[in-house]
């Protein structure tokens, strides 16, 4: 596959201010992207656009990923902005340690709303503009989604949804010629880990992320895979690629029935169908 080249694409981050988001956006403009920065607040929003060229290059919004309006509001402000949307990272996303005895139901409910249906408030939002360049959709995953931590069933069941929903939207948006992917990193340094580290549960679980399978790799290498994995707009992106193997079994036989099971054709005109009736049962 020829190498999607990111110069002048305009690229949708959301978590834009956290460790991973502000990241990408670094890595991705210096490959030429132009980018619409969203997070919850921007305390630095002047700075942070000068520090990429001006609004031409880079621009912020506010955004609530709980929000299905202020999500639109957001990314229909991007797409007027710069013109067009070819790309979208749904980004945002937190983490709670709490076991199943002493959880907090609101906790449960703000983590998988966020970690989940804000990026499916994202793609939903995006969708009409990325379909008009044939661009691409990325859901920022973990290794969570098949590695399944105690004390973290909001987590891994949110980045497993992510996982889930990315493949299932990736069959819609196949026939328009719009790429979806996941990206599913292990643990590596971001404020979120910090948040990791300053609670107890989460420290004693995987042993401070010292050692073993639970060692944590460099944001570097998070973040050159995933640059990569969207220049190849790959359908699932492993870091580090050791992990392959254990990320890959639980779909080992989803190709299969996908290429059995599912043509362009009939997905087409089951989307049309179900958009006629408003996709309700």
């Known amino acids: 596959m020829a190498k999607y ?5 305009v690229v949708v981050i959301t978590g834009a201010n956290g460790g991973l988001g502000s990241a990408l956006a670094k890595a ?34 506010e955004v609530d990923v709980r929000s299905m309006d202020s999500v639109n509001t957001a990314i229909k402000a991007a797409a007027d902005h710069f013109g067009k949307i070819d ?10 340690f709490e076991p199943l005895v002493h959880a907090d139901p609101k906790t449960f409910d703000r983590v998988i709303d966020i970690n989940l249906n804000g990026v499916w408030r994202t793609f939903r939002a995006a969708v009409p503009y990325v379909a008009e360049t ?12 098949f590695m399944h931590s105690p004390l973290q069933a909001s987590y891994t069941a949110s980045k ?58 460099s944001l570097e290498e ?17 870091i580090p690629k050791t992990n ?10 989803r190709k299969i029935v996908e290429a059995i099971g599912f043509n362009d054709r009939d997905i087409a005109e089951t989307v ?5 009736k408003g996709g309700v049962n």
Not at 222 to 238: A, C, L, P, T
Not at 272 to 276: D, E, I, L, N, S
């Open 160 to 217: 497993a949804g992510v996982w889930a929903l990315c493949d299932s939207i990736r069959l819609e948006l196949r026939h328009q010629g719009v790429g979806v992917g996941s990206a599913h990193p292990t643990f590596f340094h971001t404020p979120l880990m910090d948040q990791t580290f300053a609670d107890p549960a989460g420290n004693k679980i995987w042993g401070g992320n010292k050692g073993g399978i639970f060692k944590m790799v």
């Open 28 to 61: 991705l403009a210096k490959r030429g992207a132009k980018l619409a920065l969203l997070d919850i607040a921007h305390p630095n929003a002047g700075q942070i656009v000068m520090s990429f060229g001006g609004a031409k290059l880079a621009q912020t919004w």
């Open 134 to 145: 044939k661009g691409y959709l990325l859901g920022i995953s973990s290794m969570a989604a």
């Open 87 to 96: 790309i979208v990272i749904a980004n945002a996303g937190v983490t709670a």
């Open 244 to 253: 392959g193997l254990v990320a890959r079994a639980p779909g080992l036989f």
């Open 5 to 9: 080249s990111l110069e002048g694409r």
């Open 272 to 276: 049309r169908v179900a958009g006629q």
């Open 222 to 238: 998070v973040i050159s895979s995933i640059v990569e994995g969207i220049e190849r707009r790959q359908d699932v992106m492993v």
